[in-house]
Nanobody, 123 residues
Framework: HVQLVESGGGSVQAGGSQRLSCTAS????????MGWYRQAPGNECELVST???????YYHDSVKGRFTISQDIVKNTLSLQMNNLKPEDTAMYYCAAGLPGVDCGLNPRCYNAWGQGTQVTVS
């Protein structure tokens, strides 16, 4: 079965950096668009960044220039490098996998597999 496991969250001071990782199993990693979502208490789930199976990327305006998404298809790993973190980046971050072979774009309904989340706290 499909499994996504995030790691790398924790507490960091504003201006600092963190790297999130997501290890995927149970599907052909290179066939799916992948994404990072986040949800802060009281807020809706927000798309942070996506990367297509072709390597094209998208970033929410609030993280452009600070976050970098990448994937290692050989290791079945998705990463999110977060630099110059701000308190407003505090949230639970989720890794998501899109339907295989489908151009998911920014459609959250297309992402049908989710990890358990990793907490990022910026103070």
């Amino acid at each position: 079965h499909v499994q996504l496991v995030e790691s790398g969250g924790g507490s960091v001071q504003a201006g600092g950096s963190q790297r999130l990782s997501c290890t995927a199993s149970g599907f052909t990693f290179g066939d799916s668009d992948m994404g990072w979502y986040r949800q802060a208490p009281g807020n809706e789930c927000e798309l942070v960044s996506t990367i297509t199976n072709g390597g094209s990327t998208y970033y929410h305006d609030s993280v452009k220039g600070r976050f970098t998404i990448s994937q290692d298809i050989v290791k079945n790993t998705l990463s999110l490098q977060m630099n110059n973190l701000k308190p407003e980046d505090t949230a639970m971050y989720y890794c998501a996998a899109g339907l295989p072979g489908v151009d998911c774009g920014l459609n959250p309904r297309c992402y049908n597999a989710w990890g358990q989340g990793t907490q990022v706290t910026v103070s």
